[in-house]
Every structure is written in structure tokens, then in C-alpha cells.
């Protein structure tokens, strides 16, 4: 089978201002989803994405849950084998709680091969993609890029941040920007043992994931070792505590390291969806938006089910000429649904010494701490839409 192709770069071809419906920063999952609903709607597209090429730079874990995977129409041949198997370990990292699913609830993507798949399906309804292409701000009521070619301008009637935890699409109009982030650092290589049972090992112990979990997650087809927190947290830094987890988390006993690993870091919000996402001149999708669970730092479903709801929203005023359709895109009514995992994400946040992170694990042992881990991690609940 032969490696997907890159889309190819556009560059623009003269300097005046170009006119669309909407301009997208942005070519995650995010931004491609909802580049390509408004495609499909036949409003005029760019998409624009400061990486020369979408198979580099991922900084996702990738874990798909299975409220995704039945929504969503994802290609099989991007996805790892099912995972039903979640070990929770406290720092000693002896008696672990046990949890087995009698359904399939998370899987792992392929990152780059998902996004490349993702936008030829962009490209193929209408998106004019256009990679190594930076986002520099608006003046003057138009929007500035910066290409392989040069400076390019763009007057769009939207615009919708799709860049990140650290939007700046946020910043240009004035929207709320996340605060309260935790940073991640992972190692993938290739599993090799195929024949493992799929299992996702997870470890409560602050001195190496202060305020989250470490983890590594096998699956027959890849390793992925990685530990997340408060970055003023980490004694040593965040790569040295990854580099200690590594020397001896479970589920990697016999498992050589590579000489050569691929690596993942990056910002993750968990201060919930943010209150003000919308604004007469555009909106916010997935990190940039805070679409990120509180607590499990899950944001591949958010991104998707919020971009879905963004590109509605957006179709509705292009149809309408009615910039005040997007009023009906409100964060503080969506915020309002993760009271729950905000205040869950607080009671992590507090867990400061091993031994109240051991105290946490023995009352998971109980069935009452079975039966709300079993709800948190083999949920049927997925983003909360409108």
C-alpha cells in the first residue's frame, strides 16, 4: 500500500485582497471538520496551516473514545485495535484497579495519515487549503496571511480559530483565552508484540504527572509512554519526569526503548469550554475553544461534535446575512455543563503528596470508586451540544 500523498500548496497569486466566506486557522482535526461542513454547504473556504505538511509536528495522543467511533465516520485502516482493558496504578505501583469493558471504548488513530485523509476530504468538497501558511492578524477589516509566496490578504465575512491552545485568532477578536492549561510530553514507537492484549496503564503519582496521570498505552500496533501536569509542578521538568516514568512504568516490562522514538508535547486546556468563543467577526473550535474534557484531558470528540455545531451556526448567518446567529454559539451555556468534571478537576488538582494519591486509589477500590471510574472512563456521555 502506498503512502497517502501531501494536498498540494497554494500560494497566492497577486497581493490584493481576496474575498471569502470563511477563513480557517487551523488544520487539525478541528479546523478540517469544520472547513469541511462549510464546504459541503457551498460557502467558499480557505483553510490556512502554519505546518508545511500535516504528517509532522503531531502532538496528540490520538485516543478516539467509542462515542466517536460510533458518531463519526473515521477510516478503519487509520485506527489501532479496539481497547477494552484500563489498569489504574498508585505511585508504588502495586495493586492496581482493574477495569475491563464488555465494549470496545477506545481506539488510536494514526495521526498523520488521518489528517492527510481528512483533508483531501476537505480539498475534495471545495476547501482551498493552503499549507506553511501563517495567520499574522487583521487590520484594517482584512486578514493577513503569510505564504510560501509572501504576504497574502484575505477578506473574509468569518473567521474561525482553529489554532490551538494558545489561539491567536482568540487574541485578534477579543475572545476569552485559555488560562488554565497542562503540558503534556509523550514517546510512540512500534509495539513489538503484537499479540498484547490492548490494555491502557494509567498512574496516579504527582511527582511524575502533578495534577493528571502518566501513562502508557499499548495496543499490539504501538507504545505510547507518555506523563502530563502543571508545569511549574514538575521538580525536574517536565522531560525528566517522563524520562523517570519511562525507566519504569508498567506495562513495558521486557519492552526495549528504540534508539529513535517519535516525540509529542504540548499545551492542553482543562479549564472547560471557555465563556466567550463567538464574536460578530468569527469563532473558536476545539483547543482554541477550550473543547477539552477537564478532567481526562480528552479533546478529539469535543473538537469534532463543537466544529459540527461552529459550521451550523456559521451556514446559518452566511444563508441569512444575519452576523447575530452566532450569538446562539455560546460558551458560558456550554460551560455550563462540565460543572461536574470542573469540580473533579479540582479534586485532582489537589492530589499533592504519593500518599494521597494512594489514598485516592484504595477508594477506587471500593464499589461506589469502581462504579465512578467505570462512568468517567467508559462513559456513554460525549460533548454537550446545544
Known amino acids: 500500500m502506498t503512502a497517502p500523498s501531501e494536498p498540494a500548496v497554494h500560494v497566492q497569486p497577486d497581493e490584493r485582497a481576496e474575498r471569502v466566506d470563511v477563513l480557517v486557522v487551523g488544520a487539525g482535526l478541528a479546523g478540517l471538520h469544520a472547513a469541511t461542513l462549510l464546504a459541503r454547504a457551498r460557502h467558499r473556504v480557505v483553510l490556512a496551516e502554519r505546518r508545511p505538511t500535516l504528517t509532522g ?3 496528540t495522543t490520538g485516543i478516539f473514545v467509542r462515542r466517536t467511533l460510533e458518531d463519526f465516520d473515521l477510516p478503519e485502516e487509520h485506527l489501532g485495535p479496539p481497547i477494552r482493558r484500563m489498569m489504574l496504578y498508585p505511585p508504588g505501583l502495586t495493586g492496581p484497579v482493574e477495569l475491563v469493558s464488555s465494549r470496545d471504548e477506545y481506539r488510536v488513530g494514526d495521526m498523520g495519515p488521518l489528517y492527510v485523509d481528512a ?9 482551498d ?9 487583521r487590520r484594517g477589516g482584512v486578514f493577513h496571511l503569510e505564504g510560501p509566496g509572501g504576504e497574502v490578504r484575505i477578506r473574509a465575512r468569518f473567521v474561525v480559530g482553529a489554532d490551538g491552545a494558545r489561539s491567536r485568532v482568540a487574541r485578534e477578536l477579543g475572545l476569552s483565552r485559555n488560562t ?3 503540558m503534556g510530553a509523550e514517546e510512540v514507537f512500534p ?6 492484549e490492548p490494555t491502557f496503564h494509567c498512574v496516579v503519582d504527582p511527582r511524575v504527572a502533578p495534577g493528571y496521570l502518566a501513562w502508557v498505552l499499548r495496543d499490539g500496533e504501538h ?11 514538575f521538580p525536574r521538568g517536565l522531560y525528566s519526569a517522563l524520562r523517570d516514568f519511562g525507566a519504569r512504568a508498567p506495562g513495558l516490562e521486557g519492552v526495549p526503548r ?3 522514538v517519535e516525540k509529542r508535547a504540548g499545551p492542553i486546556p482543562v479549564g472547560g469550554v471557555l465563556p466567550r468563543i463567538a464574536a460578530p467577526e468569527g469563532l473558536l473550535v476545539g483547543d482554541a475553544a477550550g473543547a477539552v474534557s477537564p478532567l481526562t484531558a480528552g479533546g478529539l470528540d469535543p473538537c469534532l461534535r463543537l466544529s459540527g455545531h461552529a459550521a451550523e451556526v456559521l451556514d446559518e448567518a452566511l444563508r441569512t446575512g444575519r452576523a447575530d446567529a452566532l450569538e446562539r454559539y455560546d460558551g458560558q451555556a456550554l460551560r455550563a455543563r462540565f460543572r461536574k468534571r470542573l469540580l473533579l478537576r479540582r479534586g485532582l488538582d489537589a492530589v499533592r503528596t504519593p500518599e494521597m494519591a494512594s489514598a485516592a486509589l484504595v477508594a477506587l477500590r471500593t464499589p461506589p470508586g469502581r462504579a465512578l471510574a467505570r462512568r468517567i472512563l467508559f462513559s456513554d456521555g460525549s460533548f454537550p451540544l446545544p
Not at 507504545?223 to 509542578?233: D, K, Q
Open 57 to 59: 509536528t503531531v502532538r
Open 119 to 127: 483533508a483531501r476530504e476537505a480539498e475534495g468538497a471545495g476547501v
Open 129 to 137: 487549503l493552503r499549507l506553511a501558511t501563517r495567520f499574522r492578524g
Open 180 to 182: 488554565r492549561l497542562l
Open 191 to 196: 509495539d513489538p508484540d503484537p499479540g498484547v
Open 223 to 233: 507504545v505510547h509512554v507518555g506523563t502530563a501536569g502543571h508545569a511549574t509542578r
Open 258 to 260: 528504540p534508539a529513535s
